[in-house]
């Protein structure tokens, strides 16, 4: 309701604006306890997520608000993406509303204070309960990028729930070369060799513009590495028709129009991987039936972003309690077995 009255003032403010507005609102909000457990809890690469809601990478890069993000109801809260050393992104403007399309565009380009400053908060909160997985990146201008990656993961490693290797924005230029079967497996070998043997599962976040070979040698190679989980997928730089006045700026597209595209590629993942390792949706999804339809085609989670943009903090609630029930009409005991049933 409160949103309601909100939204055109921030509608009216730039969206990074409005973005660092939010996140000043959430930093006094009152603290709310995390989810407990109930019936959509789901345990994923070890870890006991109280729901399958998450709150994607992008929203909180600096590690800034996970707690008040939690208390929003969300199950999981993955900050970053995080840089070994600060970066200011790309020239603005760089984030587009595209509200005729239920849609953003960003260019942003991986802009954070750094590895330091999120690790210092990091390590203040870490006797709270809730999940905070950590998406770590490379710097743009970085001369060794697998190096990057390792190190982050060696920082972060302590105080992450999960990581999650991020090589599909397409805001760093070069960075989605780092999906070919080879530069991966190097990428990979270097961040698992990093990790400490009672390290956090490392999750890999791939791209929706995938081609079917793409997406069976990664799915391979996520095998054969033994990896926590596939996050299925981030922004598009493919352009479905769309009517906003931004429309044609560049960037990586997500929202709405992505849903379709999101949802197809999670069901290639799932018939590559033969349900053998999970994967967490992402892309278009605003709704419980979103969120319902991703989990039957494969899905052990979904997270969000760009749809709470258009629907306020409320959301992640809402699509609890519309799972709750989604799960009951449809007969399953548990989220589990939903998971890949349509």
Same mark, same amino acid.
């Given at each position: ?24 609102? %959430? ?13 959509l809890a789901i345990e994923i690469a070890g870890l006991r997520f109280p729901n399958p809601v998450g709150m994607a990478a992008g929203f909180d890069k600096d590690a ?20 070994? +050393? ?14 005729? #399309? ?28 809730? @999940? ?15 190096? $990057?990656?390792? =190190? ?14 991020? @090589? ?9 070369? &780092?999906? $070919? ?16 043997? $009672?390290?956090?599962?490392?999750? %890999?976040?791939?791209?929706?513009? %995938?081609?079917?070979? #793409? ?7 996520? +095998?054969?590495?033994? &990896?926590?989980? !596939? ?10 028709? !769309?009517?906003?006045? #931004? ?13 379709? %595209? ?17 994967? @967490? ?22 997270? =969000? ?9 409320? =959301? ?13 009409? #449809?007969?399953?005991?548990? =989220? ?7």
């Amino acid at each position: 309701m409160l949103f309601r009255f909100a939204r055109p003032a921030l509608f009216a403010l730039d969206p990074e604006v409005a973005h660092r507005t939010t996140i000043a609102a %959430l930093k006094v909000s009152p603290s709310r306890r995390p989810s407990s457990p109930g019936a959509l809890a789901i345990e994923i690469a070890g870890l006991r997520f109280p729901n399958p809601v998450g709150m994607a990478a992008g929203f909180d890069k600096d590690a800034e608000v996970p707690d008040a993000l939690l208390g929003l109801g969300f199950g999981s809260v993955e900050v970053g993406s995080i840089t070994p +050393l600060p970066q200011p992104g790309n020239p603005k403007p760089r984030l587009f509303r595209l509200p005729q #399309d239920r849609a953003v565009i960003n260019r942003m380009g991986f802009n954070n204070g750094g590895a330091a400053a999120a690790e210092a908060r990091l390590r203040q909160r870490k006797r709270r309960s809730g @999940i905070v997985g950590v998406n770590i990146g490379a710097n743009k201008d970085s001369t060794d990028r697998v190096a $990057d990656y390792a =190190l982050l993961t060696r920082r972060f490693a302590p105080v992450a729930d999960y990581l999650t290797v991020n @090589i599909s924005s397409p805001n760093t230029p070069g960075l989605r070369a &780092l999906q $070919d079967e080879g530069a991966l497996i190097a990428l990979l070998d270097a961040v698992l060799e990093a990790r400490p043997m $009672d390290g956090p599962p490392v999750f %890999l976040k791939v791209a929706p513009d %995938l081609e079917p070979t #793409d997406v069976d040698a990664i799915a391979r190679i996520a +095998l054969e590495k033994r &990896l926590g989980g !596939l996050i299925v997928s981030n922004t598009t730089i493919s352009r479905p028709p !769309l009517s906003s006045r #931004d429309a044609g700026e560049g960037g990586g597209l997500s929202g709405a129009p992505l849903r379709d %595209l999101a949802q197809t590629r999670l069901r290639d993942f799932r018939r590559a991987t033969g349900g053998a390792i999970p994967l @967490i949706g992402v892309g278009g999804i605003g709704s419980a039936e979103d969120a319902w339809a991703r989990i039957r085609a494969g899905a052990s989670m979904i997270q =969000l972003y760009s749809a709470m943009v258009y629907e306020g903090p409320g =959301l992640a609630r809402r699509i609890v309690r519309g799972l709750e029930e989604l799960m009951r009409r #449809d007969g399953f005991a548990t =989220l589990a077995d939903a998971v890949g049933s349509e």
